[in-house]
């Protein structure tokens, strides 16, 4: 599927702009592309995978992930019963869905990546995906958003007098695309035409039967040479809880300044630090959110320093060289990032021509006329089909729409939700399948693009329900 989509993009974007006088826009479009995927998207991301890859080690060998697998064990096998239970993939999973939850995209990308790996070692097929690949994929392009930060921001710079109403509309637009995303990616496994042939499956639980060794990204020194792991004693624990206890503390002062304010009054010194911390250090967008959303917002603010360092103090209270196998785990980034390069190029290039040639118009002037009577406003369509294909691009129409009219506006804020509730499909496909080399993706394409537009549809139909 993904071959001749990418060579549909090529020909109909070659194509439609010669004969639109768009030629020039496409040739530049693609070296604009081809250089974006290089020195704007695979070289911040490789950084980004050494820091959240070196951490993701650390609560490997120290035995986190393994108990947080266990701690959602029912949920992940309902949802991928082919994985074996206590698999590492099912703990980067858990991971990279609460931080896609969290709004945390700089730490979802790296444990999706990492997840991909494991699950790469089940594959009895390489370069096909398997149903366990699916349905993440699925998951991530269709996950639940309980914080849309940018759009938040954008409505606030456009001055919005409420941003964050958005909050609500896109929890419940992400939610529906999650329910229809899962179960379109577990009935679509089933026709025959996403099959794969079941001969030469193997039982990755068999270790007769494992996957060849080289058929796994996983390096030798990953499994060889584990270090041993002491248990925790009391003083272990003290230290851990008193850690978990600060980060509390300081998030009940962010979401309840007043309260903790005439406490250190009598203090001048203390006063004023604490007046810092009473002065929310949250994005300018959310500094006057109160209730439900300004608790998301503090959790969102805390949850990453608060991740390194319980990951970090946990893993040296069990007797772990920190430094050293950090760095062992960052070394994972690079060459995962080296992975990505060219199925990035490719699937960029692809998108930014298709997108230069002028197809997202054509196709929003043709189905203006169908989707209009069902209430999904003209302005909304080239939001719509771009968000699947590239989110810098969508992020320029959602600004260009709240500026047009209004941050206030129902057309606005439905197009907040959209942004917020949907993902760029085609570009995570790119780098979760580029990452292991996955060349026949099945119907993880399919199922993602089903969830965008179960995400699109929910959104115009829950904001014309609570802000109409």
Known sequence: MLNSLWLGLILVSVLLGAFNGRIEAVTNGAFSAA???????????????????????????????????????????????????????????????????????????????????????????????????????????????????????????????????????????????????????????????????????????????????????????ETAGRPEVKPLGWRDKLWLSSFATAFIFLGLILLLPGWFEPLFASARTLHESLSMLAAPQLPEALRQQAGFPRFL?????????????????????????????????????????MRIFPYLTAILVGVRMFREAGAIEIIAKLLSPVLSPLGVSPDLLPLILVRPLSGGATTGLFTELVTKFGADSLIARTAATIYGSTETTFYVLAVYFGAVGIRRGRHALAAGLIADATGALASILICRWMFS
């Open 35 to 221: 250089r974006d995927a290089i020195m704007v998207v695979a070289l911040p991301l490789a950084g980004l995978m050494g820091l959240w890859l070196g951490f993701l080690r650390l609560a490997e060998l120290s035995g986190l992930v393994e108990a947080l697998a266990r701690l959602l064990h029912p949920i992940l096998r309902a949802l991928f019963p082919e994985v074996p239970a206590g698999h590492p993939a099912m703990g980067a999973m858990v991971l990279n869905m609460a931080a896609n939850m969290l709004g945390l995209g700089n730490a979802a990308t790296p444990m999706g990546l990492r997840a991909m790996r494991c699950l790469e070692t089940l594959n009895p097929h390489p370069g096909t995906a398997t149903n366990a690949m699916c349905t993440f994929l699925a998951i991530n392009t269709s996950s639940i958003q309980l914080v849309p930060a940018t759009a938040i921001a954008i409505l606030a710079a456009q001055g919005s007098t409420q941003p964050t109403a958005v909050l609500g509309t896109a929890l419940l637009a992400s939610l529906s695309a999650a329910v229809i995303g899962i179960t379109s990616v577990k009935l679509l496994q089933r026709l025959p035409v996403f099959r794969v042939r079941p001969a030469l499956t193997l039982d990755p639980r068999d270790p007769a039967k494992a996957p060849p060794a080289e058929t796994s990204e996983t390096s030798t020194d």
């Open 297 to 337: 917002s503090v959790v969102s603010l805390l949850a990453v320093p608060f991740i390194m360092g319980f990951f970090a103090l946990y893993a040296a209270l069990r007797g772990i060289k920190v430094y050293e196998e950090f760095v062992a785990g960052a070394k994972e980034g690079w060459q995962v990032a």
